[in-house]
């Protein structure tokens, strides 16, 4: 039995201060992320949806509304697809701007193999799998999509990929409303496959 779980990063978000927002709530896609929501919603109109799973943060909300609405399901909230954890959360960290000039933040710096400013890697790719399989047996033998984050989704490529999970942020290859899918054959993993119906992204835009 063939399943497919589509994990979808969310779209641009309105963030004229430049921050890392993080887990803060509010913010909210701009109009170019709710264009890019709705992009990808076309491209998934031929999709076999039965579940549609988001981060309960507002930005992944309103990605996965527009794909939800064309495919008259309920949006399943859940808590494990949000954003990772992050000391730096409500800062600018801009290479050479912000937080990462303050010598007080450097000890924070100290470890990017756990990493040591923010959730353990390890941690982020576990509840990303689980939540992954969740979606899987809910739409066993169809279509499920899951709107999390850059680092979340990140990760568990990584993780699924056999690689290791400490990286350069600067090439992560998880552009703004990209699709990162999964293939499962029975409860086994047999492919992975990567998409950017909107478009690429800057990788390291702050914010993005």
Not at 76 to 102: C, H, K, M, P, Y
């Amino acid at each position: 039995m063939r399943t497919v779980v589509h994990v979808l990063r969310h779209g641009e978000v309105y963030n004229p201060g430049g921050i890392l927002y993080g887990r803060i709530s509010g913010f909210r896609l701009s109009e170019n992320g709710r264009d890019q929501a709705d992009i990808v919603a076309k491209s998934l109109a031929d999709a076999d949806l039965t579940a549609v799973l988001a981060s309960p943060l507002q930005r992944a909300q309103e990605t996965a509304a527009p794909v939800a609405a064309q495919h008259g399901l309920e949006i399943v909230t859940d808590d494990r697809l949000i954003e990772a954890g992050n000391s730096f959360e409500g800062q600018r960290v801009s290479v050479g701007d912000g937080a990462l000039r303050n010598p007080r933040h450097w000890w924070l710096l100290r470890d990017p193999f756990t990493p040591s400013w923010g959730e353990p890697y390890q941690e982020i790719a576990q509840r990303m799998l689980a939540v992954v399989h969740r979606a899987r047996e809910l739409a066993a033998g169809h279509e499920a999509l899951c709107v999390s984050h850059q680092l979340p989704i990140w990760t568990l490529r990584r993780y699924v990929s056999g690689q290791h999970l400490w990286h350069d942020p600067r090439r992560r290859q998880c552009a703004l409303a990209s699709l990162t899918s999964l293939v499962f054959d029975d409860g086994e993993l047999v492919q992975l496959r990567y998409t950017e119906p909107a478009g690429r992204s800057d990788p390291a835009q702050t914010g993005a």
